[in-house]
């Protein structure tokens, strides 16, 4: 069974960064796509980010483009995203997920999930 786990969270003035980190446990998961979602009060999941087994494709909401990235140690079994110029509407629950289909913005193409962590950005 993989565990995923998310940290990182926190409260941001607008404008400002913050780096979210999954670590996985229970196998290693370097063969498997991963993703970014996040979940605002009173609204749907929505897709964040994606990123293939070695990195190499990255995918983004074009919410986020240009302003998150991305990224994983296979070494480590982490992945992360980095979150530049946070806007209030930032403001979610973000949850890592595992074992995607591909490079995939689907909720239903992701087999794990962690438990998520809080961002919120104050305006």
């Known amino acids: 069974q993989v565990q995923l786990v998310e940290s990182g969270g926190g409260l941001v003035q607008a404008g400002g960064s913050l780096r979210l980190s999954c670590a996985a446990s229970?196998?290693?998961?370097?063969?498997?796509?991963m993703g970014w979602f996040r979940q605002a009060p009173g609204k749907e999941r929505e897709f964040a980010a994606a990123?293939?087994?070695?990195?190499?494709?990255?995918y983004y909401a074009e919410s986020v483009k240009d302003r998150f990235t991305i990224s994983r140690d296979n070494a480590k079994n982490t992945v992360s995203l980095q979150m530049n110029s946070l806007k209030p509407e930032d403001t979610a629950v973000y949850y890592c997920?595992?074992?995607?289909?591909?490079?995939?913005?689907?909720?239903?193409?992701?087999?794990?999930w962690g438990q998520g962590t809080q961002v919120t950005v104050s305006s």
């Open positions: 997920a595992g074992k995607g289909l591909g490079v995939t913005p689907r909720r239903m193409d992701y087999a794990y």
């Open positions: 229970g196998r290693s998961f370097s063969s498997d796509y």
């Open positions: 990123i293939s087994w070695s990195g190499g494709i990255t």
